[in-house]
């Protein structure tokens, strides 16, 4: 059922009439680690459409004295209130785990929530929807990076429903989400899954039969006998950097049907929709040139994107600072081709240049020596992780989808335009 709620069910708000925003710690660089008990929480570690980004073996971790209020706990709700990249002032997230994560002072935690009035669940999506964000920006100061506080955030208008209604629309926007994270949890497996066969095969070297080959001296260390070492170059029939159309002219930029990607879309997986698209008129005008499904994308420029990639899985272009490579099919493979890069990530990092910004070029790269196996071998590699890429491709455009559907939902939902106070939608116990 279509319709705006009554005025009645609705109420006008303020965002500090209905909870508090607890400011975070100054944790110590000189304290920060590669492990640790404990992780410190940065901007760094939210989605700019919502939820916890987390990063693996590159989080940052703390092994100094702190006071211990600062230790995070289950469920605590956050909010970004330092724009460390663009889209990410406002952002919220839930805390997933218990005495793990650490509250740094660029970021809020949401406290003394009046649960009469407002849910939890709600509020993450209200500060996860676009009409509180614009507001938040709005009232932020700073040029080149942008920051808010709690007085400012406390004056953002808001419209609610009662409480049951909130807890409904909550719920049919995290099934989305719990779909969504079902998937990338899934995605993480595949991948994981074919990186250890990569390595066992490619950098153990214990491949298929390796008893039988003896190990033999090369410029890069030990390797298989009948392997040989090749710079990337020798292995592609491609490499080359992309371009960007002027952003003076909007003849090149407006109505634009052509993918165009920037390194930070680049998340070393497969590339379905670009942000931003060009016309035909702003790649003629441009250096950007047309690369065909199955390409990869690699980053050239600046830490943390440096060495970062993107499959494409159509016809796209991009930008300056990115690279792109196709393989030759007479010795290499996609699937191939990408764990070797991959795998090749701390040498890029090691080699590259620049004070203000670490890069490496486009020939640094095609100079890049590795070790290539013998083509029945890579063949062998291929066959067994095709699958898996495929299977990644696809909850990848699954994931796709439900966000589409869940952001086209999102303000529909939160305005009240779609009336969800007489479904009889399922209400977690928790919440009920």
């Known amino acids: 059922?279509?319709?705006?709620?009554?005025?009645?069910?609705?109420?006008?708000?303020?965002?500090?009439?209905?909870?508090?925003?607890?400011?975070?710690?100054?944790?110590?660089?000189?304290?920060?680690?590669?492990?640790?008990?404990?992780?410190?929480?940065?901007?760094?570690?939210?989605?700019?459409?919502?939820?916890?980004?987390?990063?693996?073996?590159?989080e940052k971790y703390y092994i100094g004295p702190f006071p211990k209020d600062f230790i995070l706990k289950l469920q605590d709700l956050l909010v970004v209130m330092t724009e460390q990249a663009e889209g990410l002032l406002g952002s919220a997230a839930f805390i997933p785990e218990n005495n793990l994560y650490l509250h740094n002072q660029r970021l809020g935690l949401i406290t003394d929530l009046k649960t009469e009035k407002i849910d939890k669940n709600f509020l993450y999506y209200l500060f996860n929807s676009r009409d509180v964000r614009t507001q938040i920006r709005a009232s932020a100061n700073g040029t080149k990076i942008r920051h808010t506080s709690p007085d400012r955030i406390y004056q953002v208008k808001i419209k609610i429903p009662l409480v049951k209604t909130q807890q409904k629309i909550a719920a049919i926007l995290s099934a989305?989400?719990?779909?969504?994270?079902n998937n990338t949890r899934r995605i993480k497996i595949l991948e994981e899954m074919a990186q250890a066969i990569y390595r066992e095969w490619f950098v153990h070297f214990r491949f298929p039969g390796h008893e039988g080959v003896r190990m033999v001296e090369s410029e890069l260390g030990l390797v298989p006998e009948g392997w040989s070492?090749?710079?990337?170059?020798?292995?592609?029939?491609?490499?080359?950097?992309?371009?960007?159309?002027?952003?003076?002219?909007?003849?090149?930029?407006?109505?634009?049907?052509?993918?165009?990607?920037?390194?930070?879309?680049?998340?070393?997986?497969?590339?379905?929709?670009?942000?931003?698209?060009?016309?035909?008129?702003?790649?003629?005008?441009?250096?950007?040139?047309?690369?065909?499904?199955?390409?990869i994308i690699i980053a050239l420029y600046a830490s943390p994107t440096l060495g970062r990639m993107g499959i494409l899985t159509k016809s796209a272009t991009f930008n300056q600072a990115t690279c792109a490579l196709?393989?030759?099919?007479?010795?290499?493979?996609?699937?191939?081709?990408?764990?070797?890069?991959?795998?090749?990530?701390?040498?890029?990092?090691?080699?590259?240049?620049?004070?203000?910004?670490?890069?490496?070029?486009?020939?640094?790269?095609?100079?890049?020596?590795?070790?290539?196996?013998?083509?029945?071998?890579?063949?062998?590699?291929?066959?067994?992780?095709?699958p898996v890429f495929e299977n990644i491709k696809i909850l990848t455009v699954k994931n796709k989808n439900l966000r589409r559907s869940r952001d086209l939902l999102l303000p529909k939902l939160i305005s009240g335009e779609i009336d969800v106070s007489d479904m009889g939608i399922k209400i977690p116990e928790a919440e009920a």
Not at 176 to 181: K, N, R
Not at 252 to 264: A, D, N, Q, R, S
């Open 1 to 58: 059922m279509m319709s705006h709620y009554s005025i009645g069910q609705w109420q006008d708000s303020k965002i500090g009439e209905l909870m508090r925003i607890k400011h975070g710690y100054a944790f110590k660089g000189e304290f920060f680690s590669d492990g640790g008990p404990y992780i410190v929480l940065t901007p760094g570690n939210f989605y700019d459409a919502g939820g916890l980004k987390l990063k693996g073996d590159k």
């Open 176 to 181: 989305y989400d719990d779909l969504i994270e």
């Open 229 to 295: 070492i090749k710079d990337i170059q020798n292995i592609c029939a491609k490499i080359q950097s992309g371009g960007t159309p002027s952003r003076n002219n909007e003849e090149y930029w407006i109505t634009g049907t052509i993918e165009w990607y920037k390194t930070k879309e680049l998340q070393d997986g497969f590339l379905i929709d670009s942000e931003e698209k060009i016309t035909e008129k702003g790649l003629k005008n441009s250096s950007a040139k047309i690369f065909p499904e199955d390409t």
């Open 326 to 386: 196709i393989p030759n099919p007479n010795c290499m493979s996609m699937q191939f081709l990408f764990f070797l890069l991959l795998n090749s990530r701390d040498y890029f990092r090691r080699i590259a240049q620049g004070a203000a910004q670490q890069n490496i070029n486009v020939l640094k790269l095609k100079e890049t020596p590795i070790v290539l196996p013998p083509k029945a071998i890579v063949d062998s590699f291929t066959t067994i992780v095709t």
